[in-house]
């Protein structure tokens, strides 16, 4: 059990029966907003108001640089009020920026030659790259042109011959470690074919056209496959598969047009606990036409394999197994000439791996691994000798190490994102760094206050650090790689244009979470109008899938929270415990128990909150979501009707069983016992209390529709009350424009007690 799952109910009691005393005392002046039908209606024209005039004012959260062949100079684009644009060109040496070319002067050339008027704030350019005579080539309508700078004149060309680097790209291209063999039919001397007949092995000589038969027990059923060749081309490493057939889900699209009947769709989709394709290892020796089965068990879980030889060693070679069940991992070496194995990474855990969040990389002229693992407590990165498996720990701290940028071989350096560093700032907040092998020479590349995105120029010289908060506009500066010296300031965005608006920027909002130690972080949207002698209901934004975390970090003056706000409610978003990106145990609360969704620790929050922002009446609290979002959201009225009333849940996945079996089984484990069931929204059904709004589409490819439809079933089975919404041709989706309106009027008739404007009826 989690050591959050073991703190004593007393305190957690003592704990909230003060903050109701509290919130009591605080509200007990304050009147609820009961809006009539004139200020409802006009609460719905100014969040579309709102959120329109906000979406049309730029953010330049992101700035992405095209940089020229040699890392002299780049352009972007920068967004402009009305979503229009303009194009700037940076000098790098000198971090000089002006207008890359006359908007206006060749606006009017486009239009000259394609006949299109253009308004020179919204060229659409496809590419654009700066040569070096004062010209530039440019694309506008797939054809290309050249553009003399110094006139803003076009001419036809051609793009041979042009280099494009968006650094944007991944700086080192994160290899999926799951690829299976890419199957190379003839050996690295071209001496010789592999060839699969019969579901057996055999090797052609190319010069002889002879051939060889290597296997004998492969079948149709049970064939051999899913091969790759030695260095040397003596021997092949090739699997004996045991193949299982994926089964299928249906749905049917009931509004083709020009059609008069309900279109079938079928495909494949593996729930958890199906049984998956196995591969047994085995290698063949060619010139001694032997085989032998390697001393593993089958690979039963992500298919065959990538392999990893030795440098110049054709005799060993490595490859990676997850135990289906997520709680071992394992790098094992092979003899190819005797079969035999070694754990070189062996890790092991009674919780979860989180899989897809492991990073190896191979580095076989040192015989070194790059690895990261959570094995004390934080995921940190490790360095492990490949020929005795012992390990180094590069990085060290209560901090994340999210990802792998780029390895510099050479210098034995590793460029990093982490977060949870810095100790004075939101740990969630994401910086770069870069660090020596031997977890020495330390430095942030990204040093201010904030959530970090970071770009490099083709040459590694220089750098452009994007950084902001959700309330702190976005800086852009360019930096020299060496030194993080910043060399100029690109983009420095302000509030002013939103606060104009009447918007209330969110705020952050930090509380104890169940144990009564650990940070909880979220947001808080207010209304702009705002009557601070009214209490206004609460509405949560939920997502609490383990996979990640959700509260937005970057700048966010406008999103659907703040539009809801708008229409009289104070809506927040947290990420409580069992969500990624904290310590392990902080991630763990979430091992086959997804039904939790940090509940616990959001209550606390939102009880804190309300200790803060008196306005705020928790005694009215809605709550939803999407997917993951709506599992939990359902959740929220079926497991705390003491505290969520009402709950919009759109395409959720109201039961583990029903969903994909990645996903599931990473978090809920294998085999699929009996708290799969006992955590089923389709089980509790009738435990709902509160009122439900449930939407779905039909032509949901993720999360299959039927578990919406289940669910409905249950709850129709136990009596209960409920809406439910089918959207036509919908994937998986909140509902898109139509469902976003009907879940505002949800939560105006089940939390304000008022009647939504009716669109049908003529104004």
């Not at 934080?378 to 940028?405: E, P, S």
């Amino acid at each position: 059990m989690s050591i959050y799952a073991t703190v004593k109910k007393s305190i957690a009691f003592t704990l909230l029966s003060f903050v109701s005393v509290q919130l009591l005392a605080q509200q007990t002046k304050l009147q609820p907003y009961q809006p009539n039908a004139a200020e409802v209606a006009a609460a719905y024209q100014l969040s579309l108001k709102m959120d329109t005039t906000l979406r049309n004012i730029p953010t330049n959260n992101e700035i992405t640089p095209f940089w020229k062949k040699d890392g002299t100079a780049f352009w972007y684009k920068k967004n402009l009020p009305d979503r229009t644009w303009e194009y700037y060109y940076v000098d790098a040496a000198t971090g000089k920026r002006q207008v890359a070319f006359d908007h206006d002067k060749l606006a009017q050339n486009i239009e000259k030659l394609t006949g299109k008027k253009q308004n020179p704030l919204k060229i659409q350019l496809g590419e654009l790259y700066f040569a070096d005579q004062g010209t530039a080539k440019l694309k506008i309508a797939d054809k290309w042109y050249q553009l003399n700078l110094s006139n803003n004149s076009l001419t036809n060309t051609t793009d041979s011959n042009i280099y494009r680097y968006n650094a944007r790209r991944p700086l080192q291209q994160r290899r999926s470690r799951w690829q299976g063999n890419r199957e190379i039919k003839k050996s690295p001397d071209g001496k010789s074919e592999i060839l699969i007949r019969g579901g057996n092995l055999f090797v052609i000589d190319l010069d002889t056209k002879a051939e060889t038969q290597l296997s004998t027990d492969g079948s149709a059923d049970k064939p051999y496959g899913e091969f790759a060749w030695s260095p040397d081309s003596k021997n092949i490493v090739a699997y004996k598969i045991d193949p299982k057939e994926i089964k299928n889900v249906y749905y049917v699209l009931s509004s083709v047009p020009g059609t008069t009947r309900g279109e079938l769709k079928t495909r494949e989709y593996a729930q958890p606990g199906d049984d998956f394709t196995a591969y047994q290892p085995y290698v063949f020796n060619v010139a001694k036409k032997t085989a032998i089965k390697v001393d593993a068990d089958p690979i039963d879980f992500f298919g065959a394999p990538e392999l990893h030889w030795r440098n110049n060693n054709s005799r060993y070679y490595t490859y990676e197994k997850v135990d289906r069940g997520h709680q071992r991992f394992r790098v094992i070496e092979v003899d190819v000439l005797t079969g035999k194995t070694r754990n070189i990474i062996d890790e092991k855990t009674k919780t979860f791996i989180y899989e897809s969040r492991i990073y190896t990389r191979y580095l076989p002229k040192t015989n070194e691994i790059l690895w990261t693992s959570e094995q004390d407590g934080w995921q940190h990165l490790y360095l492990v000798n490949a020929l005795t498996g012992k390990q180094q720990l590069i990085t060290k701290g209560n901090y994340v190490v999210r990802d792998i940028d780029s390895v510099d071989i050479v210098k034995r350096q590793v460029w990093f994102r982490a977060n949870g560093m810095h100790a004075d700032e939101d740990p969630y907040f994401i910086h770069y760094y870069r660090i020596g092998f031997d977890g020495k020479g330390l430095v942030n590349l990204t040093p201010e206050k904030g959530n970090h995105s970071l770009s490099f120029s083709p040459d590694r010289k220089y750098y452009i650090d994007t950084y902001s908060q959700v309330n702190v506009p976005p800086v852009s500066e360019l930096r020299l790689t060496e030194s993080t010296k910043k060399v100029s300031e690109i983009e420095h965005g302000k509030t002013d244009a939103y606060l104009a608006t009447g918007v209330k920027l969110p705020e952050v909002f930090v509380a104890k979470g169940r144990d009564g130690k650990t940070d909880i972080w979220g947001i808080v949207c207010l209304p702009s109008k705002m009557d601070p002698n009214k209490t206004y209901p609460v509405i949560e934004n939920i997502y609490a899938g383990p996979h990640d975390s959700f509260v937005p970090k970057s700048f966010l003056p406008a999103s659907e929270m703040q539009s809801i706000a708008e229409l009289g409610f104070i809506v927040v978003q947290i990420d409580g415990m069992g969500t990624a990106n904290r310590s392990k145990a902080f991630h763990d609360v979430c091992w086959k128990n997804i039904a939790d969704s940090g509940f616990p620790d959001r209550i606390l929050w939102m009880k804190a909150m309300a200790l803060k922002y008196p306005n705020a009446d928790i005694s009215k609290v809605g709550i939803y979501g999407t997917s993951a979002g709506g599992q939990s959201s359902t959740g929220a009225l079926l497991s705390h009707p003491e505290f969520y009333k009402a709950a919009v849940s759109a395409c959720g996945c109201h039961d583990n069983r029903i969903d994909k079996q990645w996903w599931n089984e990473q978090w809920m484990g294998y085999p699929v016992g009996p708290h799969y069931g006992e955590q089923s929204n389709i089980t509790n059904a009738a435990k709902l209390q509160g009122d439900l709004f449930l939407i779905v589409g039909e032509a949901d490819e993720n999360v299959p529709p039927e578990s919406t439809y289940r669910l409905a079933d249950a709850l129709i089975k136990a009596n209960k009350n409920f809406d439910i919404l089918s959207i036509p041709g919908m994937g998986h989706s909140d509902g898109g424009v139509y469902g976003r309106r009907r879940k505002r009027d949800f939560f105006v008739k089940h939390l304000l007690n008022a009647e939504a404007p009716n669109p049908n009826i003529a104004k």
